[in-house]
């Protein structure tokens, strides 16, 4: 399985970000992808993740109502839509695939398959 991240940048608090997962297309049906983050100092943390076809998605306490993980079956792609960002948002997300159970999700160790990091800076 492959991953390739990208959509990171600077933004001002408040802003809007939309990071984009491109997954190989035999493992994009049957492996759930999820987003985590890591900021400087710090260890890699969940943030979303999305099932494998798409019926069930699962976020992280900290960006529940503000982020969006969502995949285009067309594309083999995964989402991840953040708004309403703030400083301590700032981190390097990574993508990353798993075909473990549901209770694995927010388990980093879980993840078999990463993507490159992209940079997500907010300023406030």
């Known amino acids: 399985v492959q991953l390739q991240a990208s959509g990171g940048g600077s933004v001002q608090a408040g802003g809007s970000l939309k990071l984009s997962c491109a997954v190989t297309?035999?493992?994009?049906?049957?492996?759930?992808v999820g987003w985590f983050r890591q900021a400087p100092g710090k260890e890699r943390e969940f943030v979303a993740t999305?099932?494998?076809?798409?019926?069930?998605?699962y976020y992280a306490d900290s960006v529940k109502g503000r982020f969006t993980i969502s995949r285009d079956a067309a594309k083999n792609t995964v989402y991840l839509l953040m708004s309403s960002l703030r400083p301590d948002d700032t981190a390097v997300y990574y993508c990353?695939?798993?075909?473990?159970?549901?209770?694995?999700?927010?388990?980093?160790?879980?993840?078999?398959?990463w993507g490159q990091g992209t940079q997500v800076t907010v300023s406030s």
């Open positions: 990353a695939s798993t075909n473990g159970p549901t209770s694995t999700y927010r388990d980093v160790n879980m993840y078999n398959a």
């Open positions: 999305i099932s494998s076809r798409g019926g069930y998605t």
């Open positions: 297309r035999r493992a994009f049906g049957s492996n759930a």
